[in-house]
């Protein structure tokens, strides 16, 4: 996920001087407006390991009666909602809404003929503690017509972590800016322009078990790798 904002603020004209300051180096650069500028950038990061998993199935059956099919799936549905109350499940995130039904065909020779309409279904909800994730899946199992997805984990308190990351990235591009102009013997001023880039890496995904490993006696461990939070930031001052 990326978001980008950019801020500008009025400048007066002067000889222009850039110093501009990547992560590991400094270099000398020229700007467009002949403000004299230093240029500095920051990076802040923030790594946590995930609290909950994005759980999708999918439900489905086909029939020459369209309403036979949907009977099966329902029932199926029915018997999943009623297991998934011994599970901690987030608050509003469970949905079971979602249903398609569409005929299916064979193509023979330039013809169709219809096999039947399949029914289906879509169940989904976020599963917060994950210390269930295992019993839950062997839930699943027992549904004969469902489809589980691959399991996606995320974390609750992810805005959290973003502020986070764009604290530590302005303080460390502050810090850096407030070293050189110490250096160079100048007077850091005020912010000329600043471009903010925030970014997070997609969720940690695991395959989903299936359905004859889930039915056996199989023991089976989740090892979700930490959800990275990344903030950068690019911010020129002026100087005196």
Known sequence: MRKTKT???????????VFVLGVLFVAPAFSQDSTPLISVSGQGKVSAQPDQANISMQFSDINLDAS???????????????????????????DSSQT????????RQNRSELKGYQ????????????DELEALIQTVSKAKAANLQPVQFSLSESDKLRKEALSKAIKQSKKTAERIADDYGVTLGKIH?????????????????????????HKSTYEQ???????NIQVSFTFE
């Open 7 to 17: 801020y500008k603020l009025l400048s007066s004209t002067l000889p222009s001087i």
């Open 68 to 94: 036979k099919a949907r009977q099966v799936v329902d029932k199926q549905v029915k018997g999943l909602l009623r297991d998934l109350k011994q599970y901690t499940i987030k608050e509003k995130s469970l």
């Open 100 to 107: 398609r039904i569409h005929p299916q065909y064979d193509y």
């Open 119 to 130: 029914v289906q279904r879509t169940v989904s909800f976020i599963l917060s503690d994950l």
């Open 193 to 217: 322009s600043v471009n903010f880039q925030s970014n997070h890496a997609d969720r940690p995904m695991v395959r989903a078990m299936s359905m004859e490993m889930a039915s056996a006696d």
């Open 225 to 231: 790798k930490d959800l990275d939070f990344t903030a």
